[in-house]
């Protein structure tokens, strides 16, 4: 914008000041195809699904329409969501304990090549043994030790560790060993400790294995724990939403049943997601997974 000075005589320019963000823009992120397409997708299986019921004349005690499941969801609210909090601790707990003893094991791995040969093999076979088999066992076992309702709780953080452990450790000690070469000879050079090695160099580079490892671990703690609940069978106050998928299935209330499903699976989901995120913010600027490229 331009005006006129008539003391001076001489065009004095003003710029006009910067202009608040369009809201459009605020939301441009989530109208982007990454987000809109399985947005999209899933509400055209809903929609098929609402319509092959009615034209069916499906009973709902054999399969539930998704709008009578989002009722009974509304309805049930306030005892299903309770559950699914306990669910969500127990899964937490697990989760943290894997992340905590996976990276450590595995950097006692890197260090001695004799270490990892003699026990990597008896954590593959922890992996590799149904859960459903041995959790009976475990709370059976922890009752000796623990007694009251906080066994209970214990076990279940057990079975569902054992489910979530493997996959980290597994990714990180790939990471670990895959630290370029030239660059451990270049710290050799330089005299550096294996401490120094491994914290300016291996942890570095396995950072992408061992959030790989994470994003696996989460949805596998959510299903460790939800399947050491089917096998506990625990009621009360302090059952978990898988209870409530037993109590549902047993009592013919299929609806609410597959609320708890649909809790459950969106649960799972939101624990990928967030720890799809957590990695992408740890990487982006490195890392060529997560970079972004204007091609």
Same mark, same amino acid.
């Given at each position: 914008?331009?005006?006129?000075?008539?003391?001076?005589?001489?065009?004095?320019?003003?710029?006009?000041?910067?202009?608040?963000?369009?809201?459009?823009?605020?939301?441009?992120?989530?109208?982007?195809?990454?987000?809109?397409?399985?947005?999209?997708?899933?509400?055209?299986?809903?929609?098929?699904?609402?319509?092959?019921?009615?034209?069916?004349?499906?009973?709902?005690?054999?399969?539930?329409?998704?709008?009578?499941?989002?009722?009974?969801?509304?309805?049930?609210?306030?005892?299903?969501?309770?559950?699914?909090?306990?669910?969500?601790?127990?899964?937490?707990?697990?989760?943290?304990?894997?992340?905590?003893?996976?990276?450590?094991?595995?950097?006692?791995?890197?260090?001695?090549?004799?270490?990892?040969?003699?026990?990597?093999?008896?954590?593959?076979?922890?992996?590799?043994?149904?859960?459903?088999?041995?959790?009976?066992?475990?709370?059976?076992?922890?009752?000796?030790?623990?007694?009251?309702?906080?066994?209970?709780?214990?076990? $279940?953080?057990?079975?569902?560790?054992?489910?979530?452990?493997?996959?980290?450790?597994?990714?990180?000690?790939?990471?670990?060993?895959?630290?370029?070469?030239?660059?451990?000879?270049?710290?050799?050079?330089?005299?550096?400790?294996?401490?120094?090695?491994? $914290?300016?160099?291996?942890?570095?580079?396995?950072?992408?294995?061992?959030?790989?490892?994470?994003?696996?671990?989460?949805?596998?703690?959510?299903?460790?724990?939800?399947?050491?609940?089917?096998?506990?069978?625990?009621?009360?106050?302090?059952?978990?939403?898988?209870?409530?998928?037993?109590?549902?299935?047993?009592?013919?209330?299929?609806?609410?049943?597959?609320?708890? $499903?649909?809790?459950?699976?969106?649960?799972?989901?939101?624990?990928?997601?967030?720890?799809?995120?957590?990695?992408?913010?740890?990487?982006?600027?490195?890392?060529?997974?997560?970079?972004?490229?204007?091609?």
């Amino acid at each position: 914008m331009k005006t006129f000075d008539r003391s001076s005589n001489q065009t004095v320019s003003f710029s006009a000041g910067k202009q608040s963000a369009s809201p459009v823009s605020a939301w441009k992120p989530w109208l982007s195809p990454d987000v809109l397409a399985p947005i999209i997708v899933g509400l055209l299986v809903l929609i098929g699904w609402e319509v092959a019921v009615r034209l069916t004349n499906t009973p709902p005690y054999i399969l539930p329409g998704p709008l009578l499941v989002l009722q009974t969801l509304i309805r049930d609210w306030g005892d299903l969501f309770p559950s699914l909090l306990i669910t969500l601790q127990i899964t937490i707990v697990a989760f943290i304990a894997a992340v905590v003893s996976g990276l450590l094991i595995a950097i006692v791995f890197t260090q001695s090549k004799w270490i990892e040969r003699s026990f990597f093999p008896y954590a593959v076979i922890l992996q590799t043994t149904p859960i459903v088999a041995i959790a009976p066992l475990i709370i059976l076992w922890v009752r000796q030790f623990v007694p009251g309702e906080q066994s209970t709780f214990i076990s $279940l953080v057990i079975c569902a560790w054992i489910v979530a452990f493997f996959p980290i450790l597994s990714n990180t000690t790939l990471g670990l060993h895959s630290a370029d070469h030239n660059l451990i000879n270049l710290f050799q050079l330089y005299q550096a400790s294996r401490w120094q090695t491994l $914290l300016y160099l291996r942890l570095p580079s396995a950072l992408p294995y061992f959030l790989g490892g994470l994003r696996i671990s989460g949805g596998l703690a959510l299903i460790g724990a939800v399947v050491a609940e089917f096998v506990a069978g625990t009621g009360g106050t302090r059952s978990g939403i898988a209870y409530q998928i037993l109590i549902s299935s047993f009592n013919l209330q299929i609806p609410r049943m597959f609320a708890a $499903l649909f809790m459950t699976t969106l649960l799972g989901v939101m624990i990928f997601v967030a720890l799809t995120v957590f990695s992408d913010l740890l990487l982006r600027h490195w890392h060529e997974s997560a970079i972004k490229r204007e091609n």
